[in-house]
């Protein structure tokens, strides 16, 4: 059975920083596409950033260009989001996401099968 889970999401401060993990299970995604996606209460499903199979490729949403970093480890099975100078409207339930194309690089939330449960990131100001 496949597993994602993340992790490290809470309360933080604005102009803060937190670090989510995303470990897989059940099966190995260092052939496959990587990603994190968010959901504000009220709002639809917002892509965050996409991490290719090999880490070569990434690719953010504009709001968070230059404050996230999306990285992975193959060896371990696991993918990361360090979120540096939150801001309030970056408080969201995080969700981790694979996709089950090998070697193909993916943007849009259906290209994605595979999903996690999610992880609350609160911004306070």
């Known amino acids: 059975q496949v597993q994602l889970v993340e992790s490290g999401g809470r309360l933080v401060q604005a102009g803060g920083s937190l670090r989510l993990s995303c470990a897989a299970s059940?099966?190995?995604?260092?052939?496959?596409?990587m990603g994190w996606f968010r959901q504000a209460p009220g709002n639809g499903r917002e892509f965050v950033a996409v991490?290719?199979?090999?880490?070569?490729?990434?690719y953010y949403v504009d709001s968070v260009k230059g404050r996230f970093t999306i990285s992975r480890d193959n060896a371990k099975n696991t993918m990361s989001l360090q979120m540096n100078s939150l801001k309030p409207e970056d408080t969201a339930v995080y969700y981790c996401?694979?996709?089950?194309?090998?070697?193909?690089?993916?943007?849009?939330?259906?290209?994605?099968?595979?999903w996690g449960q999610g992880t609350q990131v609160t911004v306070s100001s």
């Open positions: 996401a694979a996709t089950d194309t090998p070697f193909r690089f993916a943007l849009r939330r259906g290209d994605f099968r595979y």
């Open positions: 059940g099966r190995t995604f260092s052939n496959y596409a």
């Open positions: 991490i290719s199979w090999n880490a070569e490729m990434t």
